[in-house]
């Protein structure tokens, strides 16, 4: 697998590697699919992860000293190399920017066989001061499953507007809708494991995409996915797969006590 810095591509297949990570290709200026220009302020909870000053991905602030995002985002990483950049709507100026003390990602997380467990919990080196666009968003309770099929639901972040289109690098999110699990394994098959929520529109248009990974996806102020991967970006028939938040809720507690 090549490096979270790149675009990564896999042999098509249902029940093969999923086909697409959405993660920062480190080409510039890239944005959700079908979405509108948000403000922080609208998604206080947003943030860039960052490889040497650099967006690849986004990340939620679940409390005062951590941030979630994806397991993909972060493997082979020192953390060192990343810092968090947060409170602006632009991924590259502004806000503030924080570093990071201890990477955990899941010890389940295996990006050789798929990308189940694909969450990583990131501890801040300082706190984060809550204000007007600096926020903690919700986690999902203990006795939350799942969401009915057609359930709106906000997904944002920096990534590409569409699979080879770039455009200036301001916070964007777009409004899809959550799918049945057997609706969404007749798209990918087997690779949809219990740990995964799928999302989408009818006739496709409206999807997370490079760069976005990480990033939340939020119903009624909770975090219930993770952006995490797809086959392309908005194509009819294949929805955006998420990392789900309440299968993985057990693990945020263990490691952040929250």
Not at 49 to 63: A, D, L, N
Not at 72 to 99: I, L, Q
Not at 100 to 122: A, E, K, M, R
Not at 186 to 215: F, H, P
């Amino acid at each position: 697998m090549k490096s979270a810095l790149f675009v990564v591509f896999f042999v098509a297949s249902a029940s093969a590697v999923p086909t697409f990570i959405r993660t920062e290709s480190l080409s510039p200026d890239e944005k959700i699919v079908g979405g509108d220009w948000t403000d922080i302020s609208r998604v206080p909870w947003q943030v860039s992860v960052q490889y040497y000053k650099r967006h690849i991905c986004g990340g939620s602030i679940i409390g005062i000293h951590y941030v979630v995002t994806a397991a993909h985002c972060t493997n082979g990483f020192n953390r060192t190399m990343m810092t968090v950049r947060f409170a602006t709507s632009h991924r590259g100026y502004e806000g503030k920017v924080v570093g990071i003390t201890s990477i955990h990602q899941h010890p389940y997380y295996n990006p050789q066989l798929d990308l189940d467990y694909d969450i990583s919990l990131l501890h801040v080196g300082s706190p984060f001061r809550l204000s007007r666009n600096v926020a903690i968003i919700s986690l999902p309770s203990s006795t939350t499953t799942s969401w009915p099929p057609g359930t709106s639901a906000l997904v944002s972040g920096w990534g590409q507007d569409a699979e080879t289109y770039d455009s200036p690098p301001l916070l964007k999110s777009v409004t899809v809708q959550m799918i049945s699990e057997s609706s969404c394994k007749e798209a990918y098959g087997q690779s949809i494991t219990s740990r995964m929520l799928c999302a989408s529109v009818d006739g496709g248009g409206k999807d997370a995409c490079q760069g976005d990974s990480g990033g939340p996806l939020v119903i009624d102020n909770v975090l219930a996915g993770i952006v995490s991967w797809g086959n392309g970006c908005g194509r009819k028939g294949y929805p955006g797969v998420y990392s789900s938040v309440p299968a993985l809720r057990d693990y945020i507690k263990k490691v952040t006590g929250i």
